[in-house]
């Protein structure tokens, strides 16, 4: 079946330095790729995202990455702060105009040390 | 504007009962997805609804069952709990459209088990 596998499970940075999340997709047919970031009694919230048909995204401090014939895709934070620290979430989903389906990784625990 | 919006917030239910989740899609938005989260764990998807019909489904037993009302507000149901369904569920709405769409989430429902 459908499976993203994501790591680090944990990452420690420091205050300033880069954060690097790797993820890796089995369904060929995803065709769009969310990061999520969810704090401790929260849900999940959008922080980008990026479709098949792109290579690279960016957003101020965070960038992603969608290589698609290595079905793998990255998250970039450069300048980490200590509110960056939380919980990532790479997913893949696939799907159209008869709905779609979104498989998350087993997320990032990323700490940010001032 | 609000978000998505769900209730209860928690909820304690004893193995072999039924319950029944709620959800209120962010303004606009049409189509509502429903995941069970483990602690530690990615969300898992379970469902999806648009214009009152499962569209997708994970690999989820009958036990989950759904429904999704004309004013696109949707419930989740599972009957005969079990143990292994303590989780966080989390609901998700988004527009339907040619492709996967931008997925808000609510701040989802704690179930305990005992």
């Known amino acids: 079946g459908e499976n993203v596998e994501q790591h680090p499970s944990t990452l420690s940075v420091q205050e300033g330095d880069s954060a690097v999340i790797k993820c890796t997709y089995s369904?060929?047919?995803?065709?769009?790729f969310p990061w999520y970031k969810q704090e401790l009694g929260k849900g999940p919230q959008l922080i980008i995202d990026?479709?098949?048909?792109?290579g690279e995204k960016k957003d101020q401090r965070i960038a992603v990455t969608l290589n698609k014939t290595a079905k793998h895709f990255s998250l970039h934070i450069t300048e980490t702060q200590p509110e960056d620290s939380a919980v990532y979430f790479c997913?893949?989903?696939?799907?159209?105009?008869?709905?779609?389906?979104?498989?998350f990784g087993a997320g990032t625990r990323l700490f940010v040390k001032a | 504007d609000a978000g998505v919006t769900q209730s209860p917030t928690h909820l304690i239910k004893t193995r072999g009962q039924q319950v029944t989740l709620r959800c209120s899609p962010k303004?606009?938005?049409?189509?509502v997805s429903w995941y069970q989260q483990a602690l530690g764990q990615g969300p898992q998807f379970i469902f999806q609804y648009y214009e009152e019909e499962e569209r997708q489904r994970g690999n989820f037993p009958d036990r989950f069952s759904g429904h999704q009302f004309p004013n696109y507000s949707s419930e989740l149901n599972v009957n005969a709990l079990l143990l292994g369904d303590s989780a966080l569920y989390l609901c998700a709405s988004s527009f339907q459209g040619v492709t996967p769409q931008p997925q808000h989430f609510g701040d989802g429902t704690r179930l305990s088990i005992l």
């Open positions: 303004s606009g938005h049409d189509t």
């Open positions: 369904d060929s047919a995803s065709n769009y």
């Open positions: 997913a893949a989903s696939v799907g159209g105009t008869g709905g779609f389906k979104t498989i």
């Open positions: 990026i479709r098949s048909n792109v």
